[in-house]
T-cell receptor
Framework: GAVVSQHPSWVICKSGTSVKIECRSL??????MFWYRQFPKQSLMLMAT?????????EQGVEKDKFLINHASLTLSTLTVTSAHPEDSSFYIC???FGTGGNQPQHFGDGTRLSIL | KQEVTQIPAALSVPEGENLVLNCSFT??????LQWFRQDPGKGLTSLLL?????REQTSGRLNASLDKSSGRSTLYIAASQPGDSATYLC?????????FGTGTRLKVLA
């Protein structure tokens, strides 16, 4: 089946640091990638949608200058949390889908737990 | 605006019971509905995907149904096992994105 690899799985860093999270589709070309955020015991909230070669579409309330998304190739998207602060601590999960049709399933990475001290 | 709700929020049952988890959504204009499992601190594992034209999907002890007109889906787990303990999430696919439900935390007692 389709495999999505997310790296790193765990990050602990000091306040003010910028952190980059990678999301790779290993065995298929991901036309669209999604980035989600999950707070403890809550569901996933979509942050942004990125299509290869174009600017990401951010959900309402998500700061695009804070959460930089790059989708430079069909197999890689990155999320950079700039100048991270403790309130940015969360579980971030990416997903990828092939094609733009609405009936395509999403394949999820294993997530990145970000802890800002 | 699509809203997805899951009932119950938490469930604790003895091993061997058959379970029904519920998912409801407010906008029936969906492409598909997907059920996921999430273990603590982990990512999502896809369990079943039901396209909007389908009524149900089955995989092993799992059966998911979809009634798009009433905005409901159920996940049926037969003969539950302690290894089934996890959070179960449903998600509906709209025009371009998934909206996730609030999840049901399941604990199966040995």
């Amino acid at each position: 089946g389709a495999v999505v690899s997310q790296h790193p799985s765990w990050v602990i860093c000091k306040s003010g640091t910028s952190v980059k999270i990678e999301c790779r589709s290993l065995d298929f070309q991901a036309t669209t990638m999604f980035w989600y955020r999950q707070f403890p015991k809550q569901s996933l909230m979509l942050m942004a949608t990125s299509n290869e070669g174009s600017k990401a579409t951010y959900e309402q309330g998500v700061e695009k200058d804070k959460f930089l998304i790059n989708h430079a190739s069909l197999t890689l998207s990155t999320l950079t949390v700039t100048s991270a602060h403790p309130e940015d601590s969360s579980f971030y999960i990416c997903s990828a889908t092939f094609g733009t049709g609405g009936n395509q399933p999403q394949h999820f990475g294993d997530g990145t737990r970000l802890s800002i001290l | 605006k699509q809203e997805v709700t899951q009932i119950p929020a938490a469930l604790s049952v003895p091993e061997g019971e058959n379970l029904v988890l519920n998912c409801s959504f407010t906008d029936s204009a969906i492409y598909n509905l997907q059920w996921f499992r999430q273990d603590p601190g982990k990512g999502l594992t896809s369990l079943l995907l039901i396209q909007s034209s389908q009524r149900e999907q089955t995989s092993g002890r799992l059966n998911a149904s979809l009634d798009k007109s009433s905005g409901r889906s159920t996940l049926y787990i037969a003969a539950s096992q302690p290894g089934d303990s996890a959070t179960y999430l449903c998600a509906v696919r709209g025009t371009y994105k998934y909206i996730f439900g609030t999840g049901t935390r399941l604990k199966v007692l040995a």
